[in-house]
């Protein structure tokens, strides 16, 4: 089975903090997704990347940057925690976009 | 800006129920919808629906798409408790080969026993 692991399920961070979301898969996917998910608005797409050192914009990439060093870790970075950034953020990482998908378990940041 | 819309938000009903879940999109350029179901952790896939009026089952969950209306339905039959969830709902649209999802806001299904 495909596994995605993000490196913490819970995290409390103080406002302005630079924060690192981590997240891993074993199945040498291509494409890697950072979601966030808040109540009725739904998942929301911040970033993607389709390649190693390639990253593309998704729908809220504001206050978010990325890193995908390595074609296996790709990481969410917020370069200064703010409050409205309190979410549960998803990964996940597909061979081809649609039905590959496959979620990690989530990290709900809370920033105070 | 591609959009999908499912409805109800949240549905109540008791085991061995019989319940549907809609989600409506509107997308540039339609590749696949899809259906997710959500637990505590992340969501899990349900189906993939690329064709209309083709049902696509698994046990007592089936789904279907219609492309000329542009909604999709998920029904459930003799509901569980184990299938209290969010179930979400997600458009694939084709984009010059960056394709991506779009998820609607979900469906929060509580089964009473």
């Known amino acids: 089975d495909v596994k995605v692991t993000q490196s913490s399920r819970y995290l409390v961070k103080r406002t302005g903090e630079k924060v690192f979301l981590e997240c891993v898969q074993d199945?040498?996917?291509?494409?890697m997704f950072w979601y966030r998910q808040d109540p009725g608005l739904g998942l929301r797409l911040i970033y993607f990347s389709y390649d190693v050192k390639m990253k593309e914009k998704g729908d809220i990439p504001e206050g978010y940057s990325v890193s995908r060093e390595k074609k296996e870790r790709f990481s969410l970075i917020l370069e200064s925690a703010s409050t409205n950034q309190t979410s549960m953020y998803l990964c996940?990482?597909?061979?081809?976009?649609?039905?590959?998908?496959?979620f990690g378990s989530g990290t709900r940041l809370t920033v105070v | 800006e591609d959009k999908v819309v499912q409805s109800p938000l949240s549905l109540v009903v008791h085991e061995g129920d019989t319940v549907t879940l809609n989600c409506s999109y509107e997308v540039t350029n339609f590749r696949s919808l899809l259906w997710y179901k959500q637990e505590k952790k992340a969501p899990t896939f349900l189906f993939m629906l690329t064709s209309s009026g083709i049902e696509k089952k698994s046990g007592r969950l089936s789904s279907i798409l219609d492309k000329k209306e542009l909604f999709s339905i998920l029904n459930i039959t003799a509901t569980q408790t184990g299938d209290s969830a969010v179930y979400l709902c997600?458009?694939?649209?084709?984009?010059?080969?960056?394709?991506?999802?779009?998820f609607g806001t979900g469906t929060r299904l509580t089964i009473i026993p």
């Open positions: 997600a458009v694939e649209a084709a984009n010059f080969g960056n394709e991506k999802l779009t």
């Open positions: 996940a990482s597909s061979f081809w976009t649609g039905w590959g998908y496959t």
């Open positions: 199945m040498d996917h291509e494409n």
